[in-house]
Each structure stands twice: as C-alpha cells, then as structure tokens.
C-alpha cells in the first residue's frame, strides 16, 4: 500500500497570504489528522477529521482551518499567515477507530518571510 | 497537554541494547502507550504500542510497570539508523499528545 502523501513538499510564502496544503492517506483509511512541529513548540494536534467531519480539534486560532473530501483527502488551510506559522505540518491517516495506529507523512515545510 | 514525561537526551552504543524511559503517571485505564521515532524531520515513523501487557514487534520490545505509570521501549540491538527522536504518547480516541520526546545518540 501506498503511504501517506502531502503536496507540496516545501512552501514559501509572505505574511498575509493564506495558503492550502493537502494530504491523501493510506487507501482506507478514514481518518485525517493534521500536526504542527515547530522548534519551540514541537508536534502539537491541529485538527482530525473523519467521514468528512472534524472530529476533535487542538488549541490553534481560527485561522487555521481544515476539511475533509469523500475520498478521505483532506486539507488544511492557513489565512493571513504570521512569521511564527512557519513550521512542518505533518498529517498522518487511521482507520479511524478510537485506538488505531496513525501513520505519518513526510510533511508539508511551510516558510512564512 | 503532553501527559509524558521523558529524559532529553541518552547515548547508547552501537549493537547494544538502547532503554528509553517514559513516565505516564496520569494515565487512564483506557489510554494506550505509543511510540513513535522521528528522523531528521520526517514524518514520525510508529514503533510499538501497548496497553497493559508487554508487546513486542520485529522493531522493538515494550514494557509497561504493573501501575502503567511509567514504561521502557527496548530496542535490542542499536545501530547507527536507530539516532533518532523517540516520542512516548499517551493516545485516547485519536488525539496524540507528543512530548518533547527522548534524543537517542547511537555512537560507533
């Protein structure tokens, strides 16, 4: 089976803009969940989603959003991007029950000039 | 919202056994103990989890104490791609909380 994939690889963007990264997880899985790994902060939760809805939520503003398509794809979506958003967004895929192994891929680097 | 507690930094030699401690003291009956390692900033790669019982897998060896507060991944035999960051996570209902994670140093 096919990983997890995330596109693009590495980003650069400037302040204000928003950006869309996008995560296509293992065939089957449902469940989506995204992580931000910065320096100072590590990996925290951002959000996961399952069957299209977002099913738990981390302590992130609003302008960090996420959705969910029917074939499982999601994407996140940060608006009016600020310097400390630069980070590694991983997402990583389950099958969605409440104790199953989550894999990760190899993540999304966002830089924020 | 991290509920482990592990040591920075630990350096092993290489071919020996490498034992990464983590505390979980507030651990609830239902949690369940992962461990993943990152490498180089990668995506965090899945080791082994467990409940109550030891577990052992093709990549590793898990022992959780009786009180489940506190547990010891086990790689038997450390090589020079086993430097890593190694992540102990307290996992309920599909939310992770990664800790600052163990920095495992496998010297020649």
């Known amino acids: 089976k096919a990983g997890v994939t995330q596109t693009p690889r590495y980003l650069i963007k400037t302040r204000g803009q928003q950006v869309t990264l996008s995560c296509s997880p293992i065939s089957g899985h449902r469940s989506v969940s995204w992580y931000q790994q910065t320096p100072g902060q590590g990996l925290q939760f951002l959000f996961e989603y399952f069957s299209e809805t977002q099913r738990n939520k981390g302590n992130f503003p609003g302008r960090f959003s996420g959705r969910q398509f029917s074939n499982s794809r999601s994407e996140m979506n940060v608006s009016t991007l600020e310097l400390g958003d630069s980070a590694l967004y991983l997402c990583a895929s389950s099958t969605g029950g409440s104790q199953e192994t989550q894999y990760f891929g190899p993540g999304t680097r966002l830089l924020v000039l | 919202d991290a509920k482990t507690t592990q040591p920075p930094s630990m350096d092993c030699a290489e071919g020996r056994a490498a034992n990464l401690p983590c505390n979980h003291s507030t651990i609830s009956g239902n949690e369940y103990v992962y461990w993943y390692r990152q490498i180089h900033s990668q995506g965090p790669q899945y080791i082994i989890h467990g409940l109550k019982n030891n577990e052992t897998n093709e990549m590793a060896s898990l022992i959780i104490t009786e009180d489940r507060k506190s547990s010891t991944l086990i790689l038997p035999h450390a090589t020079l791609r086993d430097t890593a960051v190694y992540y102990c996570?307290?996992?309920?209902?599909?939310?992770?909380?990664f800790g600052s994670g163990t920095k495992l140093n496998v010297k020649p």
């Open positions: 996570i307290v996992y309920n209902f599909n939310k992770f909380y």
